[in-house]
Each structure stands twice: as C-alpha cells, then as structure tokens.
C-alpha cells in the first residue's frame, strides 16, 4: 500500500532528515508509528499523504500514486488529520455534509453511533468545542470516511483518560480489513493495545520496523527484581524492582510497547 525506495528528503537549506529510507507498508493493520519529539514521524506522514514534496531523490508510491502529485483519486483514499488543525464554525452535521461528496464511502451511520461513544451532540458548532472534542469529531469523521488509508497525527493527545480508552474501542472496532491506519504518537502507551505494527523512527531513521506479533514470539518482556538472573537484553529501574526484555524462552508475554521504545531507542536491536 506504501512503497518507499532509498528516498532522501531534507527541508530546505537543512541536511538530510531521511536519507536512503526504503519502507513497505502493507494493508489491513494499525501501525504505530513512534518516535521521540523531533524524530520525523510528521514529516514522513506528510511524505506518504503527499503533504511534502519529495526532491526527486529516490520514490515513494501510496496506493499505487505518487502522493506528490495529488491525484483526486488518491485524495479520497486517504483522510489524514494532523495534529494541529482548524474547523470551520458550522455544526458537526454540516462539516460532514460539505465533505462527503468527496468520500463516496463515507458512512453516516457508523460517525453517529462513534460520536455517541465520545458523547458529541452532532448539532452543536465547532468553534464552540473543546480541542479534546474537536480531536474527537476528527477521529470520528476519520473512522466514517471509507477510505483506505487512515492518517493519524498524535491522535490521543488532548484527549482526557477516559476518551482515550473509546479511542481504542472504537478504532479496534470501526475498521474493515483492507484499510491502513498510521498513527504516529510519542505517548506509547495509548496505542499498545491496538497496534499490530510497530515502526520506530530516531533522528530520520528507521531502527525497528516489526509486527507485534514477531516481537512476542522472540522476546518477552517481565517485571522482575533480581534482573541479572535472567541476562537480559535491556533492563529499566522501576518502582519495586525492574523491567526486563530477554530473548523469548518459554511461554509468550505481552508487549511491553514503553520497554521495547526504550530498548530500541538505546540501541538494542530487535531483528
Ligand atoms: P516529529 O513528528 O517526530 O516530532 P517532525 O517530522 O515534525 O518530527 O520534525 C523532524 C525534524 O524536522 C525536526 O528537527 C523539526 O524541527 C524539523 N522540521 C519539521 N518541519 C519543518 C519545516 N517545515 N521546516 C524546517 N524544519 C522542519
């Protein structure tokens, strides 16, 4: 669904941010895409959203496109909401109205029942919501929109904790099995349970690009408090003993998606 080859990319008058990157992303999963502050995660979803122009160093191709080029027909296949946004002051039922002819998929239905769940009245005005409820209107309309891919830009930030777990009921629930959804965060934690894919980016690279279920099957991750007994790959201090990734030996565990951020992001490699 996303083919990028040995691309380079640099903003302007500022050394290469990605340099040589090659990355294929296939459909019908979740991915997490994380990263600390600065590390690139907006700007490669700018790439594959065709946001940024790319400078003819390598290619990149979103559902068979080249984004740059911003074809109508590849426009309507990928809804993208970016972390920082403005709404028109209509109702939540007019902005919908003003942009589903642009979605031919687009089911009214589904937003309704999603903005049930994140207890949004559809009459009210925009202008007159929340940042959190704004968030929340964009998933929504996000989630309806029947396009194949799903760009998600630090998606859970502003929302307050119990928004963030019917984010993940109803990402878990709204999604058919051919679209994409990409959400980059650096809070970890609020997509641990939903992800089927990891990719971590550090300073424009790529350092860990694997399915949830490959980590599991070859690493596990324990909270112990005698780590040395276990050799293990990378160990944290936390209150009351530690947290520990070792090579998988015996039954599988959950991820522990801060642990495996952490470990990655010091160099220990998960291959
Ligand atoms: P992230 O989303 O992981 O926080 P970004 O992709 O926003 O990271 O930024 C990556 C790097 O590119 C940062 O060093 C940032 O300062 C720089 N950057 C982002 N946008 C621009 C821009 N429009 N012009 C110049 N530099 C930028």
Same mark, same amino acid.
């Given at each position: 669904?996303?083919?990028?080859?040995?691309?380079?990319?640099?903003?302007?008058?500022?050394?290469?941010?990605?340099?040589?990157?090659?990355?294929?992303?296939?459909?019908?999963?979740?991915?997490?895409?994380?990263?600390?502050?600065?590390?690139?995660?907006?700007?490669?979803?700018?790439?594959?959203?065709?946001?940024?122009?790319?400078?003819?160093?390598?290619?990149?191709?979103?559902?068979?496109?080249?984004?740059?080029?911003?074809?109508?027909? %590849?426009?309507?296949? =990928?809804?993208? !909401?970016? *972390?920082? @946004?403005?709404?028109? &002051? +209509?109702?939540?039922? /007019?902005?919908?109205?003003?942009?589903?002819?642009?979605?031919?998929?687009?089911?009214?239905?589904?937003?309704?029942?999603?903005?049930?769940?994140?207890?949004?009245?559809?009459?009210?005005?925009?202008?007159?919501?929340?940042?959190?409820?704004?968030?929340?209107?964009?998933?929504?309309?996000?989630?309806?929109?029947?396009?194949?891919?799903?760009?998600?830009?630090?998606?859970?930030?502003?929302?307050?904790?119990?928004?963030?777990?019917?984010?993940?009921?109803?990402?878990?629930?709204?999604?058919?099995?051919?679209?994409?959804?990409?959400?980059?965060?650096?809070?970890?934690?609020?997509?641990?349970?939903?992800?089927?894919?990891?990719?971590?980016?550090?300073?424009?690279?790529?350092? %860990?690009?694997?399915? =949830?279920?490959? !980590?599991? *099957?070859? @690493?596990?991750?324990? &909270? +112990?408090?005698?780590? /040395?007994?276990?050799?293990?790959?990378?160990?944290?201090?936390?209150?009351?003993?530690?947290?520990?990734?070792?090579?998988?030996?015996?039954?599988?565990?959950?991820?522990?998606?801060?642990?495996?951020?952490?470990?990655?992001?010091?160099?220990?490699?998960?291959?």
């Amino acid at each position: 669904m996303i083919k990028i080859d040995q691309l380079t990319f640099a903003y302007r008058k500022q050394s290469a941010l990605y340099n040589q990157l090659t990355l294929d992303i296939q459909g019908g999963s979740i991915v997490g895409l994380l990263g600390k502050n600065g590390a690139g995660k907006t700007t490669l979803l700018k790439l594959i959203a065709g946001l940024l122009q790319t400078q003819d160093k390598g290619s990149i191709e979103t559902l068979g496109f080249k984004p740059g080029c911003r074809n109508p027909e %590849l426009l309507r296949d =990928i809804f993208f !909401i970016p *972390e920082e @946004f403005e709404l028109p &002051s +209509v109702s939540m039922k /007019d902005f919908v109205s003003a942009i589903r002819g642009f979605y031919p998929g687009f089911d009214t239905k589904k937003m309704d029942r999603i903005l049930l769940d994140f207890e949004l009245d559809p009459g009210r005005k925009l202008n007159k919501l929340s940042y959190g409820q704004k968030k929340k209107f964009l998933i929504a309309v996000t989630l309806s929109c029947g396009s194949k891919l799903l760009i998600l830009d630090e998606p859970t930030n502003g929302l307050d904790i119990p928004s963030k777990a019917v984010f993940r009921k109803v990402i878990s629930g709204a999604l058919t099995e051919d679209q994409l959804v990409l959400i980059s965060t650096h809070q970890v934690k609020d997509i641990e349970t939903i992800i089927d894919k990891v990719i971590i980016v550090d300073q424009g690279t790529i350092i %860990l690009n694997h399915s =949830i279920y490959d !980590i599991t *099957e070859k @690493f596990s991750f324990k &909270s +112990v408090t005698d780590p /040395d007994k276990y050799q293990p790959l990378y160990q944290e201090a936390v209150p009351g003993g530690y947290k520990i990734v070792t090579p998988r030996n015996g039954e599988e565990t959950d991820l522990d998606i801060e642990i495996l951020f952490n470990a990655a992001t010091k160099g220990i490699n998960f291959d």
